[in-house]
């Protein structure tokens, strides 16, 4: 099946300065790609997402990059601010049909 | 319009006993899908139901069963508990319209944190 791996597991930056995500997958059939973000007590929501067909998307301070040769997709934070602060996931769907999530990052904002 | 709903939030039981997990989709969506959250394992697939039906499974043992009712709400059942099924679960909802795998948007509830003593 789908394997996702996430890294860093924990990031910290300062306000104004970018965070970067990276992920991989090991399933090339895999064609949909969404970053979710928990906030502490909180359900995930989703930020962003990214089909296979396309190489990138932006949506504001937030972006996502794939790519499918390296089977890599990562996601891009700039001018983070505070309430940027959260786990963030990364997920695939592959050909066993199932949204499978990396372990997921926490990404601290100091002010 | 309404989001995601679970209950109850909270459930304290012990093990060997078993337990009912409820959501509501967002009004529209006919698919349901079950993650288990924990520390170590971080989110799991559990299983998906589109119109009643469950579509696709993950790998987790025959304890876990769902099921879907016409108007869409699901439940989850865990039985014979074990501490290891101490998790925070979570369903999440959409339109699934596009197909098992679907690429549809999921919204998740607010979970239900289950603690196993």
């Known amino acids: 099946g789908e394997n996702v791996e996430q890294h860093p597991s924990t990031l910290s930056v300062q306000e104004g300065d970018s965070a970067v995500i990276k992920c991989t997958y090991s399933?090339?059939?895999?064609?949909?790609f969404p970053w979710y973000k928990q906030e502490l007590g909180k359900r995930p929501q989703l930020i962003i997402d990214?089909?296979?067909?396309?190489g990138e998307k932006k949506d504001q301070r937030i972006a996502v990059t794939l790519n499918k040769t390296a089977k890599h997709f990562s996601l891009h934070i700039t001018e983070t601010q505070p309430e940027d602060s959260a786990v963030y996931f990364c997920a695939a769907v592959g050909s066993n049909y199932k949204l499978t999530f990396g372990k997921g990052t926490l990404l601290t904002v100091n002010p | 319009k309404a989001g995601v709903t679970q209950t109850p939030r909270y459930l304290i039981k012990t093990r060997g006993q078993q337990v009912t997990l409820s959501c509501s989709p967002i009004?529209?969506?006919?698919?349901v899908s079950w993650y288990q959250q924990t520390p170590g394992q971080g989110l799991q697939f559990l299983f998906e139901?589109?119109?009643?039906?469950?579509?696709n499974k993950g790998n987790f043992p025959g304890r876990f069963s769902g099921r879907q009712f016409s108007n869409s709400r699901s439940e989850m059942n865990v039985s014979t508990l074990e501490l290891g099924d101490s998790a925070l679960y979570l369903c999440?909802?959409?339109?699934?319209?596009?197909?098992?795998?679907?690429?549809?948007?999921?919204?998740f509830g607010p979970g239900t944190r289950l603690t196993v003593l």
């Open positions: 999440a909802s959409s339109w699934g319209t596009s197909g098992r795998g679907s690429t549809d948007t999921q919204y």
């Open positions: 009004s529209g969506h006919r698919s």
């Open positions: 139901y589109f119109s009643e039906t469950q579509r």
């Open positions: 399933d090339s059939a895999s064609n949909y």
């Open positions: 990214i089909r296979s067909n396309v």
